[in-house]
């Protein structure tokens, strides 16, 4: 009888071990500004996140394990970026999707490399991010070489014989893409008039917009965010400064048109081609608008970052992050809502595309019309 209630035991404590082994979640994280100025972008990340999470765990999970999913916020601060990478480290994260802004994403990848996480970010468009030599960092966006040729190209063509400032605001992301940028318009044979850094997080750009309007500046180019950018061009509008702006893909955000007002109109940059406009996405876009949010700026490129995750982890048939960052990298094409993906060797998206987009009437939109 003791023999047979200590068998029971066993039994019960094998079964339950194996129910704990089969039902264990897969704990993944976004990671980006759920706070702070650019917090309307972390909400994209967020959103995104959450919605590919419940749509893979819907549909049966990764290899038959649900996803459990961490919401990291870094307030695109370098130096939260990678304390928040230890405390992702620590709770067990096997994967992020972040972060946003490359002056963090950098950073974390180190820590992400020595944890054994794989990072693919959905909007890091620095080449350091995947220049560095790390095994375990891919993206889902282009790189800043590729849209500042088109920027730089553009500015060229247009405004030959013009005077140009290319203004930065000193961060990995901003700084970089205006160096680029300006590369390539050099290139094409345009000199800029102007080159000048900003301070992020202030208030009054009048002094730059002053200068910029006495240099008889015909076209800006900002590389940084939004908030910054709307301020600017909302007090070149001010001082009568009609230059035309231009900027990057960080400015794909209603909320440029909120800070700038009408000043906004005619403001264009590049981006992506409109991810909510690719046949993949529409369902999903319709499902998004259903409860009342718009899928705009980086949310699918977040939801297709863990479709990427999970279509490796399914074809790797596990959990090991290197062999899921070598399937990656090996070019094997993913289809994902933001249309199939393939990376290269160093974890860059293969093919990648920029087209121009124009604000007018409180929004934005893909414009075919400039080339």
């Known amino acids: 009888m003791k023999k047979l209630i200590l068998s029971g035991i066993a039994l019960s404590f094998a079964a339950a071990l194996s129910a704990s082994t089969s039902w264990a979640d897969i704990t993944i994280a976004t990671v980006g500004p759920i706070t702070g100025s650019l917090a309307a972008l972390g909400e994209q990340y967020k959103r995104g996140a959450e919605m590919a999470v419940a749509d893979i765990n ?18 695109c601060d370098p130096k939260q970026a990678v304390a928040v990478a230890n405390q992702m480290a620590s709770k067990g994260v096997k994967f992020v999707a972040g972060h946003l802004c490359s002056g963090s994403s950098i950073p974390a990848s180190q820590v ?76 094409a044979g345009l000199k800029e008039t102007m080159a000048e850094s900003i301070n992020p997080g202030e208030k009054d750009y009048s002094a730059l917009v002053s200068k910029m309007k006495d240099a008889g500046i015909d076209a800006v180019y900002i590389g940084g965010y939004h908030p910054e950018g709307a301020l600017i061009l909302k007090q070149m509008r001010e001082q009568g400064l009609t230059s035309q702006m231009l900027s990057g893909d960080s400015m794909n955000n209603v909320e440029f048109w909120t800070i700038a007002g009408e000043a906004a109109k005619g403001m264009i940059f590049t981006f992506a081609p409109e991810p909510r406009n690719i046949p ?89 019309t400039i080339q």
């Open 58 to 75: 819907a549909a049966g999970g990764v290899n038959g394990e649900m996803l459990k999913l961490e919401i990291g916020d870094d307030a």
């Open 112 to 187: 992400y490399d020595d944890e054994g996480i794989l990072q693919i970010s959905p909007a890091s468009t620095n080449p350091l991010f995947t220049e560095g030599g790390h095994w375990n960092v891919a993206r889902v966006c282009g790189r800043d070489d590729a849209q500042g040729l088109v920027a730089g190209n553009y500015l060229a063509k247009h405004f030959a014989g013009k005077k140009i400032a290319i203004i930065d605001d000193k961060s990995a992301y901003g700084k970089g893409l205006a160096d680029a940028t300006k590369a390539a318009m050099n290139a």
């Open 280 to 368: 993949d996405a529409k369902d999903l876009v319709a499902k998004f608008k259903a409860a009342g949010f718009d899928p705009e700026g980086y949310t699918l490129n977040t939801y297709a970052s863990i479709q990427l995750y999970a279509a490796a982890a399914t074809a790797t048939k596990g959990l090991d992050n290197k062999a899921i960052a070598k399937w990656l990298r090996a070019g094997n094409e993913v289809k994902t809502v933001i249309g199939p993906i393939k990376l290269d060797a160093k974890g860059d998206l293969i093919g990648a595309k920029y087209v121009w987009y124009k604000f007018d009437n409180g929004n934005y939109a893909e414009d075919d």
